[in-house]
C-alpha cells in the first residue's frame, strides 16, 4: 500500500526471490525499458557511478518526458538512489531511494521511497505529488511482475 505525504511516497513489498535477483534487476538500468513503465529507455553515458548523470524517458500521466538526474548512493544488494532535478542539479525535484534487506534466502524486502521538492504554483506542485505517488507504486509492481516471470 502506497503511504504518502506532501513530501514523499513510499511503497514496500517482499518479494520471493533471492536479494541477488532483485538487486540486478534494478542495477541493470539500461534494461529498465523491457519491464518498467515509469521510468522508459535511461541512459547513463557514464555507466551506473556514483553521481553519473542520467538521461530518462518518464511517463505517468502526461505522456513521455524526458527527466535529467544523477546516480546517488549505490550499496551493492543494500541500497540505490537517484534523482531527476528540472532546470539545475543542485534543485532536485524527485529523490527516488530503493532499499534491500535480505528476510531469507529467497526472500527480500524492497521499499522505494520517493520524495518531491519543488517551487512551482500549487496546481502543478499538487499534479507532481499525485504522479509521484502513482510512480511509485506503478514501479514497485512492475518489478514484482518482472521477478515472477523469471
Known sequence: MTESNPFFAQESMVF??????????????HSYWKWNPVLRDVWLPKGMLYCAPMVTKYSVFSGITEKKGLIGEIEEKSQLSFAFYRFHPKF???NWRIRLVEKSDLETEV???VGYSGWFSASAWQN?????????????????QTLEET
Do not use: G, N, R
Open 128 to 144: 507532481d505529488v499525485i504522479e509521484v505517488e502513482v510512480a511509485c507504486d506503478v514501479f514497485m509492481h512492475a518489478l514484482k
Open 16 to 29: 520471493y526471490q533471492p536479494i541477488e535477483d532483485v538487486w540486478l534487476t534494478l542495477v541493470d538500468m
Open 92 to 94: 532536485c525535484s524527485e
Open 111 to 113: 521499499s522505494i521511497k
